[in-house]
């Protein structure tokens, strides 16, 4: 069985900084796309950045320059930096493993990020 699990998510100031983790576990087809998405409140959710498994990475206009995404294969692991936070980066954010050759789709239980002074 297949599980991911977010972490890292918290309340930031404006400006500042945070780095979400997600831990993928269970048996995997190794090739897929790693992403993170967001949900704000009254909003739907929002892809926010992807990577393959290549390293090929794709990142919403709104977060272009201000967050990273990067995956650790050999771990499993896929993170987000997010810098230069503003309040509109509040959101439920959620991790996404895609397969590619072989169809799956698996979601993490989400984790809060909000950003305010």
């Known amino acids: 069985q297949v599980q991911l699990v977010e972490s890292g998510g918290g309340l930031a100031q404006p400006g500042g900084s945070l780095t979400l983790s997600c831990a993928v576990s269970?048996?995997?087809?190794?090739?897929?796309?790693k992403g993170w998405y967001r949900q704000a409140p009254g909003k739907q959710r929002e892809l926010v950045a992807v990577?393959?498994?290549?390293?090929?990475?794709n990142y919403a206009d709104s977060v272009k320059g201000r967050f990273t995404i990067s995956r650790d294969n050999a771990k499993n692991m896929v993170y987000l930096q997010m810098n230069s936070l503003k309040p509109e980066d509040t959101a439920v954010y959620y991790c996404?493993?895609?397969?590619?050759?072989?169809?799956?789709?698996?979601w993490g239980q989400g984790t809060q990020v909000t950003v305010s002074s």
């Open positions: 996404n493993l895609k397969g590619i050759v072989v169809a799956y789709d698996f």
């Open positions: 269970g048996s995997i087809i190794s090739i897929n796309t």
């Open positions: 990577i393959t498994s290549g390293g090929n990475t």
